[in-house]
């Protein structure tokens, strides 16, 4: 949690609710399959259209998500869960009640440590649920009516619940940010936000320091990122003129337009607060044994902060190193490899976020995309390293690579950029250039310093660029000295 | 052969497999007696889907294929969903549905060989004692037409007895089974929860409900058990994980010999059940009507005649299970109920405006009173303040109710006493009292709050000649034993469960 | 206790229910009837009683009864037609409802 930052003497509080679709093959309930943008209710079998006589049975991989998400994040695993049925009509609601988790959550506790602005934070959790996906309404085409498509009906998802421990929206994106890389990356959601995987609710209220918390609005299917900072400031600034303004903030549910970039109530459902819920007498409790657990904590994969630690540990990087290389699993593979076959993790390092981050921005290519594989980058490194090229030669031989392709032993032969290391030769160029410039010399051993670059740059020519500052340098001074 | 109707469905499996008769005989000689459809047992009929079964069983018995059952009909409440016939629950707002499948417990008995007469009448949503609760008109008890068949299974019960099917499925929530079959002077159980599937069963109360066979004897109803029950893992999560049984094998074992120790079966009797003095402690139960109390005990002696020993023993929180049981079922009800919206199938009303007036017009055309009484009452007991004091209250008693079952059975192997407290009832005469309907289950409530095995066995007639039913209980997984005791009852004194109404075609 | 109109209202909003006036006294009277033999249960001492939600709770040696779970395979083929053969409104594939606003 960070300190309170004030906007106009407000200090803002924002707890989040975050529902990720889970990467199953079928759904949670039924057999019918969650593949994204099939025809309407194609994939909509008897069990998700609430047939009469169709009942529930529970898709062990949903809970192995949960399982893994509550090792990732530090949190309680329940031994023994309930499901629980949460009653209310809607149209994408096909039994008039959604499956979902009450009293006895499976996932409970925890937290999402992140950095923001250098400063480490932290956000607690209270819970995650497993619970069944809604359907969609279609209000297009429809002269006042709507078309009712089920195919997302039963897909599993996982809410996370967050303590109200945000303070400003920079805080609730990194947050957002930072557990969206944590589900993509231990494989329980593929996070794709257009497609609504990823599905943020941001509660949000404000308060004078010090004071009890305000009441909030929530902020409902914040779905991008940019939107989410958007959505918050907006809301932020509505409460405080209300307040300003003498009005009481109401409970309520509000959705953000992109658009007008305003958020606004949506229509409130009266009965909305009486739920009903209890315990599903369609499913005996979920009862995960410690074994279970133990055998998905064996197979996980090494976490981003884990691993970003290891990199400092082992390859020496600097911390911002190490947390950028691991922003991405694909990017921190791509690092891992390279260094291991070049030896130099530092250079890597260096040319994965100079060169190869640059290039990937601008042709906006992904890592499983690029041209150069990891063993041709860590040839070109090795090169670097033994003095073959310059680094401004390997940026040519890097170009090459990255247009046309090829070995890089065969592209600096090829472009004749090898560093000339043969001291004879060398020292014939700069014996020549010396007579040919007996006026440096001299003012050189006057004492002025600044001659000798009047000497390097002829010597560099005469070698086509190939000779190595460093000993042109060291030979130089032998001769004049 | 013309009174192939007055076979047993042991008989008919016989005659078939020996080829005496073929499946298609048998069809056409029961789908004859469907026509005038008396007593308004039956819900749909279609020959076509019946013969073509026949055909195939004739197949299959040609062929040497044959199931258990193959070729004996038998028809289905209407609560079973069904491919080929119209399913309604006994509920206009299902008028005309059809299912895209077989409930599993059709399906299992079609493999078994059985072919499907069509689909029996009964209360609601399966809620109701009288078979009144029915969209499509009450059913007439075949013993004497101006008396309730019993219900929920009012239909079932109404057609074996009048001979038109030899068997029939049942589903019993708090005696939807039971009642009816005493009413109606035939054989039913219901198993242990969780032995047959309630995939395809329309929902009424999901722990609670549970299928089960009504025919005309012990023995018929062991046959039809061993072919609906088994494990459903695919399909229904609270189906029970234990193989299928043939639970005909102990049939012939003597009394003497049938109790868990190898030694005489000992059968326990709450005494409070046979109590006839009223006012009583809270807790405790009215008793039954002299006729009902007399016939019962008469059993019980011919019981240890037969071997058994007869004990009394206590189930103290009987009184309590009318409130449970309807605290809770209706709670289920409620939600279970919320899927008849008019969006994904059934009825929609015909006139409406918003989505709520749509969702509410549709609700109120398509759900009876009964219905709504009970869909009422779950939601208010679910709602917001009212949850503990109720719906958790309830559960908790609930455990002690199946608590004192077990208490009982550390001294008793089966439990027995009666189905109800009366004999079935006047047409209208409780109508409008739901409150008398609810107090008249007293004694099927507790086993279904516990989910134990139970079955009623015709012990011979009460006031105005009507049959009545001893209630046999069991211990979880115990049907077999039910099954041997209701048998050797049933052969030492076959004029009891022979017994049939009389100017019966 | 017993309910009062109010509650009748309010339950049948949230049942969907529209109850006619005539009903709605009915409704009240026939309700009530029962929760007179309801109250005999809050005297009942249920300390440190578990609420039984699962009948095969109760069943000796099971034990409380573990959910089971089913392998993660997409199996159920596309049977849009026979599932919306029932359907009141139906186009292009779509249920049709009165607009939902939101």
Known sequence: ?481 | MTDLHHLSVAELAALLKNKQVSAVEVATRFLARLGGNAHNAFLDINSEVTLEQARASDAKLAAGTAGPLEGVPIAHKDVFVTKDFVTTAGSKILSGYRSPFDATVVRKLREAGMVSLGKLNCDEFAMGSSNENSAFGAVSNPWESSHVPGGSSGGSAAAVAARLTPAATGTDTGGSIRQPAAFCGITGIKPTYGRASRYGMVAFASSLDQAGPMARSAEDCALLLSAMCGPDVDRDSTSLDVAGEDFSRDLSRPLARAGKDGGALRVGVPSSWLAIEQGRPAGDVDGCSPKVRDAIKDALHRLEVEGAEVIPIELRNTGLAIPVYYIVACAEASSNLSRFDGVKFGHRAAQYGDLLDMYQKTRSEGFGDEVKRRIMTGAYVLSHGYYDAYYLQAQKIRRMIADDFQRAFAECDVIAGPVAPTTAWKLGEKADDPVANYLADIFTLPASLAGLPCMSVPVGLGEGNMPVGMQLIGNYLDEARLLNLAHQFQMAHPECHNAQPENLA | ?102
Not at chain 1, 110 to 126: H, K, N
Not at chain 1, 198 to 223: M, Q, W
Not at chain 1, 261 to 282: H, L, Q, S, V
Not at chain 1, 358 to 384: F, H, K, T, Y
Request: proline letters at 6%; charged letters at 25%; aromatic letters at 6%.
């Open chain 1, 1 to 481: 949690m960070s300190a309170a930052k004030l906007v106009h003497g407000y200090e803002v509080v924002i707890g989040f609710e975050t529902h990720t679709q889970l990467s199953t093959e079928s759904k949670i309930f039924s057999r019918a399959s969650t593949a994204f943008g099939a025809e309407p209710n194609t994939q909509a079998c008897a069990v998700d259209l609430a047939l009469p006589g169709t009942l529930p049975v529970m898709n062990r991989a949903a809970v192995e998500c949960a399982i893994k998400l509550g090792l990732a994040l530090g949190s309680h695993i329940a031994p023994r869960s309930v499901f629980a049925r949460k009653n209310y009509f809607y149209p994408d609601l096909p039994k008039g009640y959604q499956i979902s988790q009450f009293e006895i959550p499976v996932v409970q506790g925890g937290a999402v440590s992140f950095f923001l602005d250098g400063e480490p934070q932290t956000v607690r959790l209270v819970r995650a649920h497993l619970e069944e996906d809604a359907g969609k309404s279609l209000h297009e085409d429809f002269i006042g009516q709507s078309g009712i498509d089920l195919n997302r009906a039963g897909t599993p998802l996982l809410e996370i619940v967050t303590e109200p421990d945000m303070r400003s929206s920079e805080e609730a994106v990194a947050y957002a940010k930072e557990l969206h890389k944590i589900v993509t990356w231990i494989g329980m959601c593929d996070g794709n936000m257009q497609e609504g995987s990823f599905r943020c609710d941001a509660n949000v209220s404000v308060r004078k320091p010090g004071a009890a918390l305000g009441t909030r609005r929530e902020i409902k299917n914040l779905n991008s990122f940019k939107f989410m900072q958007q959505a918050i400031d907006y809301e932020v600034r509505w409460q405080i003129e209300q307040l300003e303004d003498g009005h009481a903030i109401q409970q309520a549910t509000v959705l953000f337009n992109p658009d007008t970039g305003e958020t606004r109530a949506m229509r409130t459902k009266e009965d909305a607060a009486d739920y009903r819920y209890f315990p599903d007498p369609d499913l005996p409790p979920l009862v995960i044994a410690p074994e279970w657990v133990e055998r998905v904590r064996s197979e996980m994969t090494e976490l981003p902060r884990a691993m970003a630690e290891r990199f400092v540990r082992d390859y020496g990087l600097p911390e911002y190193d190490a947390a950028t290389l691991t922003q991405s699993k694909a990017m921190a593979a791509y690092f891992e490899e390279t260094a291991k076959a070049c030896g130099s993790p530092k250079l890597v390092s260096n040319w994965i976020m100079g060169e190869v981050s640059r290039r990937m921005n601008a042709g906006e290519l992904a890592l499983d995309q690029l041209p150069v594989s990891s063993a041709q980058l860590a040839n070109l490194i090795s090169r670097i390293a033994d003095g073959t090229i310059s680094n401004s030669a390997a940026k040519q031989v890097f170009d090459a690579l990255w247009t046309e392709g090829g070995s890089v032993d065969a592209i600096i032969e090829a472009k004749g950029l090898k560093q000339m290391n043969d001291s004879g030769e060398l020292e014939k160029i700069i014996d020549e250039v010396l007579a040919a410039n007996p006026k440096n010399v001299e003012e050189y051993k006057a004492g002025n310093a600044k001659a000798l670059n009047g000497l390097v740059g002829p010597i560099m020519k005469a070698s086509k660029g190939k000779a190595n500052p460093a000993q042109v340098n060291a030979l130089l001074l032998k001769k004049l000295g």
């Open chain 3, 1 to 102: 206790m017993s309910l009062n109109p109010a509650d009748i209202s309010r339950i049948a909003r949230l049942a969907r229910l529209e109850l006619a006036p005539v009903e709605h006294e009915q409704m009240l009277e026939k309700i009530n009837a029962f929760f007179s033999i309801v109250e005999q249960i809050k005297g009942v001492n249920t300390d440190g009683v578990e609420p039984m939600a699962h009948p095969v709770d109760a069943m000796q040696g099971s034990g409380p009864m573990a959910l089971r779970l089913r392998p993660d395979l997409a199996s159920e083929p596309n049977d849009r037609e026979a599932n919306q053969r029932s359907a009141p409104a139906v186009e292009r594939g779509l249920f049709l409802v009165p607009k939902v606003i939101e």
